[in-house]
């Protein structure tokens, strides 16, 4: 196959030797778009494995496969949220088929992946694929909304989400990027699927104060005087808030220090530049400790929400009043 022109190598050499990981694989999307190295195809999801490459050469996660596939499920699939790369894979790469196939193997019938099929190598969007092979192929999964006999049931899917069951049939649309290319700079898969990766983590993700303040609007826009987890919780979590976990003790000290005080803390922490600090569920457990009688002190619960302090100390020093008031 021939080489690169030297100034379009050199300009390719130029992004990958240079700058930022995030930033620098845009420029070099850009160009290979450009000079016709890269091209958009919707691709079937049969048609594609997983690049050897991606996530450091361990490829797949058959649980966050499975997990994804039922997450998808909760929010809805809508296609332009996808961002697919892949690379075409040449018959005589025999690395990247046998990869594929040690994959399918270990998975033990949890993954679909038809490697005798296999044109394109995957290195973004990879997981997501391998979820379409599963709805494709029918396997075993553990959501009962989506199964029947323990299996993936079209029929069933297609009842909850069309668009998600369509696009395990015709695929998404793909960035494609040339063999040629990796033929000269075998480094390129494993840079996009790294920096696909990062720039997945720098997306703004819903802050533990941010997740307080909708669990106190859906706890008001509620109006009622005695309401339970479970009866806001579908509301709350159908985001899939990254603080999940928390979302339960949140709603704890809601119930027990919330409205006025609540919204002045959100309204301080916003000021003060402290809204994406994260206490976690050890210091609201402290923070939702019971006291006899009717005043609960919800003034020194939000100290520790609103001091720039060290929170081991905040709570020490809020159990201390929160004893110290409740003593006769």
Known sequence: MACLKPHIANEIKAVLDHGPIVQGRERFLDLLLKENLAYRQRIRPHLLGVHPGNRHSVGLHVNEVHSLLSEICDVGFAEAEVRAICVEVSSSDTATFDFNRKLQHQSQGKLNLSPDAMRYATIAASHLNAALQCIQGCVYHDDERLTVDGKISHEKLGSLD??????????????????????????VASMVSASMNVGSHLARQESELELLSKISDVMIAKDKEVLTWAEISTEILKSKPTLASSAPILFKFACKAGGRWLKATLHWCRVHGCSKRTLGVDTYEALCMEVKGANQFSFFRHCSLTRKIDIQVAVLLVCFKLVNFSMP
Not at 165 to 181: C, D, F, K, T, Y
């Open 162 to 187: 069309s668009q998600y069951l369509q696009a395990s049939v015709n695929g998404v649309e793909w960035l494609v990027i040339s063999r040629s290319l990796l033929d000269e700079f075998p480094q």
